[in-house]
C-alpha cells in the first residue's frame, strides 16, 4: 500500500515564491530553497560546492536566498575529563607551602564540620586544579552549596563534596571565575530561590523542590520581564486547553507574548481587544448601546458589556429599532 503523506509537519511557501521558483525552472534551486525553508541554513545538505554555489546565485535573483549563507553552527567543544588525581598528587599539594589549596582544604572542613576522605580531597583539588577557580571562589560555591542543602533538607544538612565538584563544573562552563562574577551569579540564585516561590503560588503548586526544567522555565520568564498576572493569565489559559498544567505549552504562550512586545497582563488585553473589534465588524466604535432600566447595566446591540459609556444610546429589538420591544425585555433608551 503506498505511503500517504498526511497533514503534520507542514512545511508551506507563499504562491509568490513557488512562482518564483517556477520561473527559475531549476531543480536544484527549488530543492535548495526548501532545504533552507526547513533548515534555515546548509547544514546537513551533502553538496559540492560546484553544486551549492550555482543554486544559490539563482535564489538571490529572485530574492530568494540571503546574498550570504549563515555559517553551520560549530561543534561544540567537548570538555576535557578531569585527571585522575593520585594520592601522592594530592599529599605534594597539600605539602606545598607556596600553595593556597592547604589553608583551602582547612577552611572547607570548618564549614563542612568533618575531616575530608581521600576522595573528597580529589574533588576538591580537581577544582581547584583541573578547574582552575580560585579558591576564595571555591569557597564561596561552598558556602553556597551548603546553604542550598539546609534550606531543601533542614538545618544541619551538609552538602556531599561530590555535589559541590558538580556545581563548580557548573560554575566553571558559565565562566564564574572570580569573586565580583561569583557575587553576581548568587545574587541572581538568590532572587531566582524567592522568585520560584511566587510563580508556584501562582500556578497553584504547592511548595516543592523544583526539577532543573521548572527552574530553567521560570528563570527565563523572570530574565523575560513577564509581571505576575501576566504569569497567571498564561497559566489560566493553559489549563482550560490543556485540562492541566503543562509547562511547556505555557512556555510557549509568553514566548509568543514576548515576541510581539507584550509583558503584562494588561498590554495582553489591549492588543487582544483591538484584534477582536478589527475583527468583529459588528462591534464598532460607534455601535448602539443599550441600558437595562433596573440594573444600570449597559449592553451594545450584540451584547457586548464593555462597550465605553460614551457610544450614543437607542434601543434594539431583534436587529430593529424598537422601544416597546426592549422596555418589555428590561432594556430602555437614553442618555449618560
Not at 527559475?24 to 541554513?41: K, M, N, Q, T, V
Not at 556545581?167 to 565580583?180: L, N, P, Q, S, Y
Request: hydrophobic letters at 35%; charged letters at 25%; proline letters at 7%.
Amino acid at each position: 500500500m503506498p505511503q500517504i503523506f498526511l497533514p503534520g509537519q507542514v512545511l508551506a511557501i507563499t504562491a509568490q515564491a513557488a512562482d518564483r521558483l517556477l520561473k527559475l525552472d531549476s531543480g536544484d534551486a527549488a530543492l535548495l530553497y526548501l532545504h533552507l525553508l526547513r533548515h534555515g541554513g546548509t547544514a546537513g545538505l551533502q553538496w559540492p560546492q560546484s553544486r551549492l554555489q550555482p543554486a544559490l546565485e539563482q535564489l538571490n535573483t529572485q530574492g530568494l536566498a540571503p546574498a550570504q549563507l549563515p555559517a553551520p553552527p560549530e561543534a561544540p567543544i567537548p570538555e576535557s575529563p578531569p585527571p585522575e588525581y593520585s594520592t601522592e598528587d594530592i599529599a605534594q599539594a597539600l605539602a606545598e607551602q607556596t600553595s593556597t589549596f592547604p589553608a583551602l582544604v582547612g577552611e572547607v572542613e570548618r564549614r563542612l564540620g568533618k575531616r575530608l576522605s581521600a576522595a573528597d580531597l580529589k574533588s576538591l583539588y580537581t577544582l581547584y586544579d583541573h578547574l582552575a577557580l580560585p579558591a576564595e571562589v571555591i569557597l564561596m560555591l561552598t558556602g553556597w552549596c551548603i546553604e542550598e542543602t539546609a534550606r531543601k533538607y533542614g538545618p544541619g544538612r551538609k552538602p556531599f563534596l561530590s555535589q559541590i565538584r558538580k556545581e563548580g563544573f557548573v560554575w566553571a562552563r558559565r565562566g564564574i571565575d572570580t569573586m565580583e562574577r561569583a557575587e553576581e551569579h548568587i545574587t541572581k540564585l538568590t532572587h531566582l530561590r524567592g522568585r520560584e516561590g511566587e510563580v508556584l503560588r501562582l500556578l497553584d503548586i504547592p511548595s516543592r523542590p523544583l526539577v532543573q526544567r521548572e527552574k530553567d522555565y521560570i528563570a527565563a520568564w523572570d530574565d523575560l520581564g513577564f509581571d505576575d498576572e501576566a504569569i497567571r493569565m498564561a497559566y489560566e489559559r493553559t489549563v482550560l486547553k490543556k485540562q492541566s498544567m503543562d509547562w511547556s505549552y505555557m512556555n510557549g504562550i509568553l514566548r509568543r507574548w514576548h515576541e510581539k512586545g507584550l509583558h503584562t497582563a494588561a498590554a495582553v488585553r489591549a492588543v487582544e481587544t483591538r484584534a477582536m473589534s478589527a475583527r468583529d465588524g459588528r462591534c464598532r466604535p460607534d455601535a448602539p448601546v443599550i441600558r437595562h432600566f433596573r440594573t444600570g447595566v449597559r449592553k451594545c446591540c450584540h451584547d457586548r458589556p464593555h462597550v465605553p459609556r460614551h457610544r450614543p444610546q437607542i434601543v434594539l429589538c431583534l436587529g430593529r429599532v424598537c422601544g416597546e420591544g426592549a422596555q418589555s425585555a428590561g432594556y430602555e433608551s437614553g442618555g449618560g
